[in-house]
């Protein structure tokens, strides 16, 4: 039975989903700033942060929709706090890890977890606070969320400057405390799906396969050779595809193929695709080049993306209004290319120069996300019926954890710093850093013609709320 957001129980209901949620969000945005420390600490090349993040993206991305079915079936309260205790102790493993492959798994249990956290914060949300205060309680969902992921690199920057970066994964345990104890205390206990379809366990295995295999091809082969095993997971990986393609034609698919035959929800899905591949590799390069090839400490690193992120805080409530107004097409288009230019920008950055040299990236970067992202939501649920907007909006965020991990993974081989080791050359890493932002500006330019091309110019007529 739902509660009032007024109420004790609604308050409750609402700090155990931003919290449960912040964690994953939180480590989503600072483990960037630890990466130079981890890989001093560690012993780590640039294969091995990279699998510091794709660890984390590839199961999240894998299971985030078979995350929100567990939920329904078995109960949201119970797998939600099995989420919040899974991320707790494969945070601490990460936190006691000895190695890089060690910290690697650690992340991918993190990840696990996390595909239980971030579809049933919200749900739980949807489903405990009454119909009248919906709007307030997802509006308060939304912006503390994006607090905490703003504050995910000035935090991460100043626990790894003072603390070390063990510290960014020990700060996951009073987080899980206080959304375990707020679970238990406040969420309502929910009965278990009478009818619903078979969990998806196939498509779920078979696209982790597939886009673990890439993702280890693209990484290790580059970086250590294309040895037999390098070859055989990239085999692996296009087999998995093909039997994940087909096996999501079945009706229980997690995610169904037929939403792709809107061209519409098939455009906009491409350009989240783009938009986040170029987006996630150049903030993890990024944070390398301010620290390895600039000489930035910890915290100055991740101050320098807080203009970006101040200006998608403010501006993207106002550019989705303004798409269901006007259309989605141009903001789309104009934002893509307004990121772009904010990576052309991060051309000014090389060794010796300051703070200043990064602003105009950051702003032109923020601009242009803010007016590409909330239109592109609402063009991903406009272009379904109103009863697939759940699943709809489950598949975009998956394109995008996806497109991170891809992006991470290929842009740095495509730009030649496969083989950068662990002691890297500030010139070398910043001349990679520089061909990768082009590449990443060409990506949003990709994303800006297909937005032109495909996505509707006219108002979309999708509810206000739903942009959010």
Request: charged share 10%; aromatic share 6%.
């Amino acid at each position: 039975m739902s509660v009032p957001l007024s109420s004790p129980q609604g308050r409750g209901i609402l700090l155990a989903s931003v919290v449960g949620s912040g964690m994953a969000f939180l480590d989503s945005t600072v483990v960037n700033v630890a990466l130079p420390a981890i890989g001093r600490s560690l012993q780590a090349d640039l294969a091995g942060l990279q699998w510091t993040l794709d660890a984390y993206l590839l199961t999240l991305c894998a299971f985030l929709l078979v995350g929100g079915s567990l939920g329904d079936r078995l109960g949201r309260k119970p797998m939600f706090e099995l989420g919040v205790l899974g991320f707790a102790v494969a945070s601490l493993l990460c936190a006691l890890s000895p190695g890089i492959l060690a910290l690697s798994l650690a992340r991918g249990l993190q990840g696990l977890a996390a595909a239980l956290l971030v579809p049933l914060s919200l749900a739980l949300v949807r489903a405990g606070i009454q119909p009248g205060d919906q709007g307030a309680a997802l509006g308060l969902w939304t912006g503390l969320s994006g607090v905490t992921s703003a504050a995910g690199p000035l935090v991460g920057g100043w626990l790894v400057e003072v603390v070390g970066w063990q510290a960014i994964f020990f700060l996951n345990l009073p987080l899980a405390a206080v959304a375990l104890w707020s679970a238990r205390r406040f969420l309502p206990d929910t009965t278990r799906a009478t009818e619903s379809k078979p969990l998806d366990f196939a498509g779920a295995v078979t696209g982790a396969l597939a886009v673990g295999g890439t993702t280890f091809a693209l990484i290790e082969g580059p970086a250590h050779g294309w040895d037999p095993v390098a070859l055989l997971a990239a085999v692996v990986g296009g087999v998995s595809l093909a039997i994940f393609l087909r096996v999501e034609r079945r009706p229980e698919a997690m995610m169904p193929l037929s939403l792709f035959r809107s061209p519409v929800f098939a455009a906009a899905n491409g350009v989240t695709l783009l938009l986040y591949a170029a987006l996630g590799c150049a903030l993890f390069l990024l944070m390398l080049e301010l620290q390895l090839g600039m000489g930035f400490p910890p915290v100055s690193a991740g101050l320098s993306l807080v203009p970006a992120t101040v200006l998608m805080l403010v501006l993207s409530p106002l550019s989705g209004r303004w798409g269901q107004a006007h259309g989605a097409r141009w903001p789309m288009a104009l934002g893509s290319v307004v990121a772009g230019a904010g990576f052309v920008a991060f051309l000014l950055l090389r060794p010796g120069a300051g703070w200043p040299a990064v602003l105009p990236g950051a702003v032109l970067l923020g601009l242009g996300l803010s007016l590409a992202v909330a239109p592109l939501t609402t063009a991903v649920l406009d272009a379904v019926a109103a009863e697939q907007a759940g699943i709809a909006s489950g598949v975009n965020n998956a394109v995008a954890r996806l497109a991170g991990l891809l992006g991470v993974a290929a842009v740095p081989w495509a730009a030649g710093l496969a083989m950068l080791g662990r002691q890297a050359d500030p010139e070398r890493l910043t001349a990679g850093f520089h061909r990768a932002t082009l590449l990443c500006a060409g990506l949003c330019l990709l994303a800006a013609i297909a937005s032109a091309a495909w996505v509707p110019g006219r108002p979309t007529g999708a509810p206000v709320g739903e942009s959010a």
